[in-house]
């Protein structure tokens, strides 16, 4: 899955500090900052008739949610409100005229992009 949020990583030395023994452990831990919106799936995929976009919000606010053919021509947009907790947009994919082919869902909120790939049949 791809995802866009800003992060921030720490990173700690565990056991020797000297990075030619071998006991030395490197962890890392990753902090999302302003991201509120988490675990976007696409589904099914592939659609038929009816699809479906979740995820889940930690906030009110507004999303866009676009279908782009691919050689990146939008051909579906649709707004949404976005309440906290999770969320769930649907798309009649016949009613709209979509053609079988290759797609991609992006869900725009605020300054966060998510894009998913996603086959028409």
């Known amino acids: 899955m791809l995802s866009v949020f800003a992060a921030s990583a720490q990173y700690s030395m565990n056991g020797n500090e000297n990075l030619k023994g071998t006991s030395s452990q490197l962890s890392a831990t990753f902090n999302a900052e302003d ?28 999303a866009m949610v676009s279908l782009y053919n691919n050689i ?3 051909v579906y947009s649709q707004e949404t409100a976005v309440e906290p907790g999770n969320n769930v947009v649907s798309i009649d994919i016949r009613s709209k005229a979509i053609e079988p082919g290759i797609y991609f869902v992006q869900c725009t909120a605020e300054n966060e992009k998510f894009t998913r790939k996603l086959i028409v049949r």
């Open 35 to 62: 991201g509120f919106i988490e675990n976007i799936t696409v589904y099914p995929n592939p659609v038929v008739d009816m699809l479906k976009v979740s995820f889940k919000s930690s906030r009110r606010s507004t």
């Open 72 to 74: 990146g021509k939008q």
